[in-house]
T-cell receptor
Framework: DGGITQSPKYLFRKEGQNVTLSCEQN?????MYWYRQDPGQGLRLIYY???????QKGDIAEGYSVSREKKESFPLTVTSAQKNPTAFYLC????????????FGEGSRLTVL | AQKITQTQPGMFVQEKEAVTLDCTYD???????LFWYKQPSSGEMIFLIY????DEQNATEGRYSLNFQKARKSANLVISASQLGDSAMYFC????????????WGAGTKLIIKP
C-alpha cells in the first residue's frame, strides 16, 4: 500500500545529542514536509521541500536540518542546538507544493532526557 | 494574532448525534482554502474536507460537511450521526493562496463520542 513511513515511532535522547528521524514515502509525491506538534498547539512547519535537492525553512527551522537527496526520502535531524526538542514530529507529503491534500505519516515522538 | 481559532478544547457528544466543531479564521487574502483534518490516537493526520474561498456551495464529504460563512470568517465542521470511531482530535487549517502556500493550523478540538 502507498503511504508515508516514519521511524522510529518513539525515540529517547540525551541532551546534547543529535538525532535523525526518518521519513519515506512511496506515493511518488514531489513535495514533503516536517511539522512539529506540541500539546495544545497547532502544527508548526519546520522545513519543506518541493523538489529533490531543494528545501526551504518553515516557521521554526532553528535547531533542525534536513536533506532531500531522493524523491522518496526526507530525513529530519534534530540537533543539539534545538532548545526544546521534546515533541511529536509529523512528516507529510503532497503531489506538489500547491496541492490541497497532505498525506501524513504516523509520527515520531521524541523525548529528551 | 491567531489566524485560526478553535474555541472548543474538548467536546463530549452522544453517539448518533450530530456535532459541530467551531473554527474561525483571519486573513486579508481574497483567495484561500480551509481544511479539516482528523487525528486519531494513532497519530497520523487524516484529511477530511476542503472549502475554497470562492466556492459558493458548502463542501460535503459523506458524513462531513463544512458550514462556510465567509462574512463571519467561520468554517465549522459538522459531523452527522456521530460514531464511536469519530473520537479523535480535529484540526482546522488554512492556506492563503495569495501570500503563503503553507498551512496555518488551529490548536485542535478533542472530540469524544459517548456510547
Amino acid at each position: 500500500d502507498g503511504g508515508i513511513t516514519q521511524s522510529p515511532k518513539y525515540l529517547f535522547r540525551k541532551e546534547g545529542q543529535n538525532v535523525t528521524l526518518s521519513c519515506e514515502q512511496n506515493l511518488n509525491h514531489d513535495a514533503m514536509y516536517w511539522y512539529r506538534q506540541d500539546p495544545g498547539q497547532g502544527l508548526r512547519l519546520i522545513y519543506y521541500s518541493q523538489i529533490v535537492n531543494d528545501f526551504q525553512k518553515g516557521d521554526i527551522a532553528e535547531g533542525y536540518s534536513v536533506s532531500r537527496e531522493k524523491k522518496e526520502s526526507f530525513p529530519l535531524t534534530v540537533t543539539s542546538a534545538q532548545k526544546n526538542p521534546t515533541a511529536f514530529y509529523l512528516c507529510a507529503s503532497s503531489i506538489d507544493g500547491g496541492q490541497v491534500e497532505l498525506f501524513f505519516g504516523e509520527g515520531s515522538r521524541l523525548t529528551v532526557l | 494574532a491567531q489566524k485560526i481559532t478553535q474555541t472548543q478544547p474538548g467536546m463530549f457528544v452522544q453517539e448518533k448525534e450530530a456535532v459541530t466543531l467551531d473554527c474561525t479564521y483571519d486573513t486579508s487574502d481574497q483567495s484561500y482554502g480551509l481544511f479539516w483534518y482528523k487525528q486519531p490516537s494513532s497519530g497520523e493526520m487524516i484529511f477530511l474536507i476542503y472549502q475554497g474561498s470562492y466556492d459558493e456551495q458548502n463542501a460535503t464529504e459523506g458524513r462531513y460537511s463544512l458550514n462556510f460563512q465567509k462574512a463571519r470568517k467561520s468554517a465549522n465542521l459538522v459531523i452527522s450521526a456521530s460514531q464511536l470511531g469519530d473520537s479523535a482530535m480535529y484540526f482546522c487549517a488554512m492556506r492563503e493562496w495569495d501570500s503563503n502556500y503553507q498551512l496555518i493550523w488551529g490548536a485542535g478540538t478533542k472530540l469524544i463520542i459517548k456510547p
